[in-house]
């Protein structure tokens, strides 16, 4: 049994293994990888008797599970219309520009990810972001590489 294989097996085990317990399984699987490896997720389709389709057709779903390894640290921009308003877009090319990264990747070194959500409901401070969940506000580009 590979490490993939192990982890998957630890997560399953330590629920019934009922359909309705895919999503909590796969952001276990999210938070163990940092994304979700497909060989963790045929194993989960098999444990749980599902389709492979349909796991994953919610792994696809949900912003918060990707195929794709995330940033050990994220920075999440808001781009709702309060922040939108108040330059979140031209918060995200400055950032953009200075990591070398776009929205939805990672640093090349796997330490740093860059997202974007509709709205963090902080929109009083607005531009807003969060870096590894914590919401900052009043943020530019300055004060947003500072935090991270
Ligand atoms: S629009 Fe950005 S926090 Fe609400």
């Given amino acids: 049994?590979?490490?993939?294989?192990?982890?998957?097996?630890?997560?399953?085990?330590?629920?019934?293994?009922?359909?309705?317990?895919?999503?909590?399984?796969?952001?276990?699987?999210?938070?163990?990888?940092?994304?979700?490896?497909?060989?963790?997720?045929?194993?989960?389709?098999?444990?749980?008797?599902?389709?492979?389709?349909?796991?994953?057709?919610?792994?696809?779903?949900?912003?918060?599970?990707?195929?794709?390894?995330?940033?050990?640290?994220?920075?999440?921009?808001c781009q709702g219309t309060a922040c939108h308003l108040r330059g979140s877009g031209k918060l995200i090319e400055s950032l953009q520009s200075r990591l070398g990264f776009k929205i939805g990747q990672s640093s090349s070194d796997g330490r740093l990810g860059l997202e974007s959500v509709n709205c963090l409901g902080a929109c009083a401070l607005a531009p807003v972001a969060t870096v590894d969940g914590a919401v900052h506000g009043h943020l530019t580009p300055e004060k947003a590489l500072e935090l991270i």
């Fill in 1 to 77: 049994m590979n490490s993939v294989e192990s982890q998957v097996m630890v997560i399953l085990g330590a629920r019934p293994r009922e359909a309705r317990h895919l999503l909590a399984i796969l952001q276990e699987i999210q938070a163990a990888f940092r994304y979700l490896p497909k060989e963790a997720l045929l194993i989960v389709a098999g444990a749980l008797g599902i389709s492979a389709a349909r796991v994953f057709s919610v792994a696809g779903f949900y912003k918060a599970l990707s195929f794709t390894p995330k940033g050990e640290r994220l920075l999440t921009v």
